[in-house]
């Protein structure tokens, strides 16, 4: 069975001082795995796809990066606005054929203070 | 450029009560998803239509059906409502489930089963 853990469940940061969030997963054949970001009261908002291991992506404060095992959000000088909660999700075969399954973890609420 | 617009945005039932919630997208793709979001819990897969005439059950289908209307709507229905399908509910939409492209979602309808 696909799992997705986050870590962890929750972080408080000061404005500007950097720091990480962990997703680990175990899965049959990744596809992708996803960053969303979530606001209170609002749905998931897509961030990044990463496809395979030493990927890397970056937006504005947020890189994304990806190994066999696990991937990381780093979050470089946050601002208030960037908290949230980040869900990580992973892509894989299921049930056979050609449908691909998300398996999202129970997300990371992220709080920075000014 | 509405995107994923779900119908409606809040709602209180009485257990055993009936309910239809609506979902169209605007970006021309061909799958579609309901998803439930409960505290302390990741998101997970009510139903979906990998296309327009084909619907399947996801994890959790018990006490759902869907109807893909055509390409843009999907909608959920709780034939007889109970107190464990209070939750958020999430439709989202991916361009082909069968790809890595990322799902897109929607705001949200929050239920409530007293």
């Known amino acids: 069975e696909d799992q997705v853990t986050q870590s962890p469940e929750a972080l408080r940061l000061q404005e500007g001082e950097s720091s990480s969030l962990n997703c680990s997963y175990t899965?049959?054949?990744?596809?992708?795995l996803f960053w969303y970001r979530q606001d209170p009261g609002k749905g998931p908002e897509f961030l990044f796809t990463?496809?395979?291991a030493g990927e890397e992506k970056e937006k504005e404060r947020l890189k994304a990066t990806l190994t066999k095992k696990e991937s990381f959000l780093h979050i470089t000088a946050p601002k208030p606005e960037d908290s949230a909660t980040y869900l990580c999700a992973v892509q894989a075969p299921w049930s056979g054929g050609s449908n691909y399954k998300l398996t999202f973890g129970k997300g990371t609420l992220l709080t920075v203070n000014p | 450029n509405a995107g994923v617009t779900q119908t409606p945005k809040f709602q209180v039932l009485k257990t055993g009560q009936s309910m239809t919630l609506q979902c169209a997208q605007d970006?021309?793709?061909?799958?579609m998803y309901w998803y439930r979001q409960d505290p302390g819990m990741g998101l997970r897969l009510i139903y979906y239509?990998?296309?327009?005439?084909?619907?399947d059950k996801g994890e959790v289908p018990n006490g759902y059906n869907v109807s893909r209307l055509n390409k843009r709507e999907f909608s959920l229905r709780l034939e007889s409502a109970a107190p464990s399908q209070t939750s958020v509910y999430f439709c989202a939409s991916s361009e082909w489930g069968h790809s890595n492209q990322p799902q897109h979602f929607g705001d949200g309808t929050r239920l409530s089963i007293l």
């Open positions: 899965v049959s054949g990744l596809r992708g």
């Open positions: 239509s990998a296309s327009e005439g084909t619907t």
């Open positions: 970006m021309n793709h061909n799958s």
């Open positions: 990463l496809y395979s």
